[in-house]
Every structure is written in C-alpha cells, then in structure tokens.
C-alpha cells in the first residue's frame, strides 16, 4: 500500500501562485507517474497535470504556460508549481500515483492511490 500526502493548499488573489506538494510513501512500479487532479462543486474531477519517472510531462490545456510540474524521485514527491491562478482554478486538488503504463494521464481510473485533498481557492 502507498500513502499520499498532499500540502501547500490555500487561498490567493487572481494572478497569484501556490506550490503544491505531495509526498509518497514509497516508489513502485505503481507510483511511476505522479498526478495532480481537481474537482470543482458540481463538476467532474480533471486532471491538471501528470508527470512520469523519467520527467516525461502532461497539462490539461487550461493550464498550459502557467503550470509547471516537477518530480524528485529521490523524495518521492512531486510539486505542481500554480502561476497566474483564475477564479477557474479554485476546487479540491487530488494528488494521485500509478503505472505510467495505464493508459491517458488525464483518465482518473488509471491511477491506483489517491491523497485525500488540499482545496485551492482563487479570488478575483
């Protein structure tokens, strides 16, 4: 079993940044990629952005040129860097991990753990 911790959720003005964080417990083949997902209240949950072992990276194109995720694969943790955050970015934010050979990044089933949430709140 592979826990995740999520961190660095809060509540900014439009136009500003966050730096998620989320930490696993430990490596397997079944954490190769690392995933950051979002629901909003009534909407489905989106995949944001992914990124395989390697440094191989997906964004949804909402995001593009104003997020940027990392990985370090020694800590096991991966970090969604949020610039010029819209109103449109406020929801929960899930961190989740599985095989990178599951099929699309942006699919949620494709992904084996899940963290319980950090919430993101953007303010116009």
């Known amino acids: 079993q592979v826990q995740l911790v999520e961190s660095g959720g809060g509540s900014v003005q439009a136009g500003g940044s966050l730096r998620l964080s989320c930490a696993a417990s430990?490596?397997?083949?079944?954490?190769?990629?690392l995933g950051w997902f979002r629901q909003a209240p009534g909407k489905e949950r989106e995949g944001v952005a992914a990124?395989?072992?390697?440094?191989?990276?997906y964004y949804a194109d909402s995001v593009k040129g104003r997020f940027t995720i990392s990985r370090d694969e020694a800590k096991n943790t991966v970090y969604p860097q949020m610039n010029s955050l819209k109103p449109d970015d406020t929801g929960m934010y899930y961190c989740?991990?599985?095989?990178?050979?599951?099929?699309?990044?942006?699919?949620?089933?494709?992904?084996?753990?899940w963290g319980p949430g950090t919430q993101v709140t953007v303010s116009s």
């Open positions: 989740a991990a599985g095989p990178q050979w599951a099929g699309a990044w942006y699919l949620p089933g494709t992904y084996t753990y």
């Open positions: 990124i395989d072992t390697g440094g191989i990276t």
């Open positions: 430990r490596y397997t083949p079944s954490t190769s990629r």
